[in-house]
């Protein structure tokens, strides 16, 4: 667990379910997509899976309202590099643009790189996705380019792969420390 000064990041619990459901049943970038969760049902199923988990994924509490507003995780994305994960989030958009994402996301990365032994996180954003970017950036995360119709998430209505260009973003330990002593 991670406390900060608005939220608190832990494991998810079982009774999170509507919390998560509320922000899931309609993901808003593409690569959520496949995390869409039709019913409440599948919620409450969603979470015991992550209840058991031992991937390493944050619910995102608000504390003046214990409410789940969202979701950071990192994760090797079975590329069995050592030491390396990526990372990802996804918040409430009834909660955007209030800094929470920020504060969630430096805690995050802090906590990952003081607590555990990893040596580098990425970071990819769809090339539309202004905002992420620009988080990625304010966490001081560097841009190190940019992959052409890397991956298709959608289809379109001919049931055709609509590919999207995505940028990876990276930090090191030694950076991160540097900056956050």
Aim: hydrophobic share 35%; with cysteine; proline share 2%.
């Amino acid at each position: 667990m991670v406390e900060l000064d608005n939220l608190i990041l832990r494991p998810f619990k079982k009774d999170d379910y509507l919390d998560v459901f509320d922000y899931l049943h309609k993901p808003e970038v593409h690569c959520f997509e496949s995390m869409k969760l039709e019913t409440v049902r599948d919620a409450k199923k969603e979470l015991k899976r992550r209840v058991k988990s031992s991937e390493i994924n944050f619910a995102i509490v608000l504390k003046s309202e214990n409410k789940v507003i969202g979701e950071i995780s990192a994760t090797d994305h079975e590329l069995q590099e050592r030491n390396t994960l990526g990372l990802a989030w996804m918040l409430n958009p009834k909660y955007q643009g209030h800094g929470y994402m920020f504060e969630a996301a430096l805690g995050f990365i802090d906590y990952l790189f003081k607590e555990t032994n990893l040596h580098r996180l990425y970071a990819y954003t769809e090339d539309y996705n202004k905002v992420s970017q620009h988080l990625l950036e304010k966490l001081g995360m560097r841009n190190e380019g940019l992959f052409k119709d890397f991956v298709s998430f959608i289809d379109d209505e001919n049931g055709n792969p609509i590919y999207e260009n995505t940028y990876q973003y990276a930090v090191l330990r030694d950076e991160w420390l540097e900056k956050h002593k």
